[in-house]
Antibody
Framework: EVHLFESGGGLVQPGGSLRLSCAAS????????MSWVRQAPGKGLEWVST????????YYADSVMGRFTISRDTSNSTLYLHMNSLRGEDTALYYC?????????????WGQGALVTVSS | EIVLTQSPDFQSVTPKEKVTITCRAS??????LHWYQQKPDQSPKLLIK???QSISGVPSRFSGGGSGTDFTLIINSLEPEDAATYYC?????????FGQGTKLEI
């Protein structure tokens, strides 16, 4: 059974940094592209970033380009999102999502989310 | 950026009713359109992939159709547990985008 568990969320001041982690289990981690999708309080879903199965290719939304970095560690089946220069508009629940395989596949499993609050 | 526009934004429905939610893309996306259900305080759940492909474990009353720019999610014989917000999502081109959501109140 697939499990995705996010951690690392919290309260951070504007301009600060945070690293989210997503521990994956129940599937061959390196065979699937993974993504981060966020949801601001009371709002809809917003794609943030995607990384290919082997970690060679990464993609970012314009709103986070240059500030966020997605990475993965196959040795411990963990996905990361390094977030720098955080802004108030980055406040959201951040979901780790597994694709059906490639970077254009839909998200067939989601974690429970990690809440990031950017406020002074 | 491909904009996905869902309609309606909100619908109040009764059990056993048939519901149709539409998703219109600002440009052609082939069949790279997927549907999710999100219940309050829960993570999204994949309902339909690539416009019309069913997902194992999803009740057969959920079906999808369309291609190009116009897509539909149909829920036949609505159940009380179908109260949720439904989102369409395109993976045809970057940035991936989601529709604004359709909230069903039962």
């Amino acid at each position: 059974e697939v499990h995705l568990f996010e951690s690392g969320g919290g309260l951070v001041q504007p301009g600060g940094s945070l690293r989210l982690s997503c521990a994956a289990s129940g599937f061959t981690f390196s065979s699937y592209a993974m993504s981060w999708v966020r949801q601001a309080p009371g709002k809809g879903l917003e794609w943030v970033s995607t990384i290919s199965g082997r970690g060679v290719t990464t993609y970012y939304a314009d709103s986070v380009m240059g500030r966020f970095t997605i990475s993965r560690d196959t040795s411990n089946s963990t996905l990361y999102l390094h977030m720098n220069s955080l802004r108030g508009e980055d406040t959201a629940l951040y979901y780790c999502a597994k694709t059906g395989g490639t970077t254009v596949s839909p998200y067939d499993h989601w974690g429970q989310g990690a809440l990031v609050t950017v406020s002074s | 950026e491909i904009v996905l526009t869902q309609s309606p934004d909100f619908q109040s429905v009764t059990p056993k009713e048939k519901v149709t939610i539409t998703c219109r893309a600002s440009q052609s996306i082939g069949s790279s359109l997927h549907w999710y259900q999100q219940k309050p305080d829960q993570s999204p759940k994949l309902l339909i992939k690539f416009a019309s492909q069913s997902i194992s474990g999803v009740p057969s009353r959920f079906s999808g159709g369309g291609s190009g720019t116009d897509f539909t999610l149909i829920i036949n014989s609505l159940e009380p547990e179908d109260a949720a917000t439904y989102y369409c999502h395109q993976s045809s081109s970057l940035p991936q985008t989601f529709g604004q959501g359709t909230k069903l109140e039962i």
